[in-house]
Structures are given as structure tokens and as C-alpha cells.
């Protein structure tokens, strides 16, 4: 499957009509969406912890991690984001993330 682009929409989780469009690329091996953090604080969204992930190339990285509310379409779920350093390349969306959200939500099971 690979990269593709979408649009998706990010929130506060307290405010889910705040929102942003970002434009992102969905990485079907990532884990969690890698967002740019210049756009989450614009939101009002704060780190709430740090992680280490271990990148494409091998090598192991700290980023700052916290929620957001995560929109594509029709469907909308509470997802940990990575908070992206400044300059990043692009927005990413893990597919498990936006495939399994809009799948459990389209059944209407809940996230």
C-alpha cells in the first residue's frame, strides 16, 4: 500500500470544532500521526509526555507526544500525536490510525 496524501482535520479534544486542515501523508508503517508541532500549539495543545520511537533508518529518537482529536471524512477519534520538530516535511497519519478509527466508527462501536 505505501504513502498516500490525505486531509484530515485536527483538534483539541475539549474544543472538536477548533480545528485545523493539514494536508499529510498517510505512512501505512507508522504508529502514531506525526503532526508539526508549530500547528498543534496554534491550537492550544501542550506535550504531555515524551517517547522514543525508533525511525525508518534504524535509529531511536525522543519526540514529544500528547492528544488531539483526529478528523477524515465523516469520522472523528481521540489519537496521540507526535508533536513534529519545526521544518518537518510533512504531515504524517498513521493508516492503522485513520483505516481503524473509521472503521470502528462507521460500525458504531466507538473509538
Same mark, same amino acid.
Do not use: W
Given at each position: 500500500?505505501?504513502?498516500? +496524501?490525505?486531509? &484530515?482535520?485536527? !483538534?483539541?479534544?475539549?474544543? %472538536? #470544532?477548533? $480545528?485545523?486542515?493539514?494536508?499529510?501523508?498517510? #505512512?501505512? $508503517?507508522?504508529? =502514531?500521526?506525526?503532526?508539526?508541532? #508549530? /500547528?498543534?500549539?496554534?491550537?492550544?495543545? !501542550?506535550?504531555? !509526555?515524551?517517547?522514543?520511537?525508533?525511525?525508518? #533508518?534504524?535509529?531511536?529518537?525522543? &519526540?514529544?507526544?500528547?492528544?488531539?482529536?483526529? !478528523? =477524515?471524512?465523516? =469520522?472523528? /477519534?481521540?489519537?496521540?500525536?507526535? &508533536?513534529? %520538530?519545526?521544518?518537518?516535511?510533512?504531515?504524517?497519519?498513521?493508516?492503522? +490510525?485513520?483505516?481503524? /478509527?473509521?472503521?470502528?466508527?462507521?460500525?458504531?462501536?466507538? /473509538?
Amino acid at each position: 500500500m505505501g504513502v498516500f +496524501k490525505v486531509e &484530515f482535520i485536527v !483538534s483539541p479534544l475539549s474544543q %472538536p #470544532d477548533k $480545528g485545523t486542515r493539514i494536508e499529510g501523508i498517510v #505512512d501505512t $508503517g507508522a504508529a =502514531y500521526p506525526f503532526i508539526p508541532e #508549530d /500547528a498543534l500549539r496554534a491550537l492550544g495543545l !501542550s506535550p504531555t !509526555s515524551e517517547r522514543v520511537f525508533t525511525l525508518a #533508518d534504524g535509529s531511536l529518537k525522543s &519526540f514529544p507526544i500528547g492528544t488531539a482529536q483526529i !478528523s =477524515y471524512g465523516p =469520522y472523528s /477519534a481521540p489519537c496521540l500525536v507526535v &508533536f513534529a %520538530p519545526q521544518g518537518a516535511l510533512h504531515a504524517g497519519l498513521s493508516a492503522n +490510525k485513520v483505516f481503524k /478509527a473509521a472503521t470502528v466508527l462507521a460500525q458504531g462501536v466507538g /473509538a
